[in-house]
């Protein structure tokens, strides 16, 4: 009778990976999904502005992530809980995601929108100073 090496790897992959994984259980505190989405879009915004100003960012001295902990009025466990429910809940986390991202898109695509009504006006200028 052969070995067959690659038969043994793959047998043994299946009979490892079978394992019963258990859910989260809902936290006491859990954040309901609507503020879940506000805290994400400022989270990601803070982010953001880490990411362009690293520096500015530490010479301000300010924990801008603690400020929106207590904007919401939410502590970092209640977070931390809150966000590994809503991991485990793919379709709950997909839909608080999808949320986010819409509101992100929407508020740069303000933004952009306001940047460029100033070039258009200057190169009308231009254009009439010519």
């Known amino acids: 009778m052969n070995f067959n090496p690659l038969l043994f790897i793959l047998l043994s992959f299946f009979l490892l990976s ?3 994984v258990e859910k989260t259980a ?6 309901p999904e609507d503020k879940m989405v506000e805290v994400l879009v400022d989270l990601a915004k803070v982010d953001a502005a880490i990411s362009l100003s ?3 960012y530490e010479k301000r001295g300010g924990d ?5 902990l207590e904007k919401h009025q939410i502590d970092s466990l209640q977070l931390v809980e809150s966000n590994a429910y809503y991991a485990d809940n793919f ?3 997909e839909r608080i995601y999808g949320k986010v991202e819409a509101i992100l898109k929407k508020e740069n695509d303000s933004l952009s929108a306001l940047n460029e009504k100033p070039k258009k006006e200057d190169e009308e200028k231009e254009e009439k100073s010519e």
């Open 18 to 20: 079978c394992q019963n």
């Open 64 to 68: 801008a992530r603690k400020l929106i």
């Open 26 to 31: 809902e936290p006491d505190s859990l954040i």
């Open 54 to 56: 690293f520096k500015e």
């Open 91 to 93: 379709k709950i986390n």
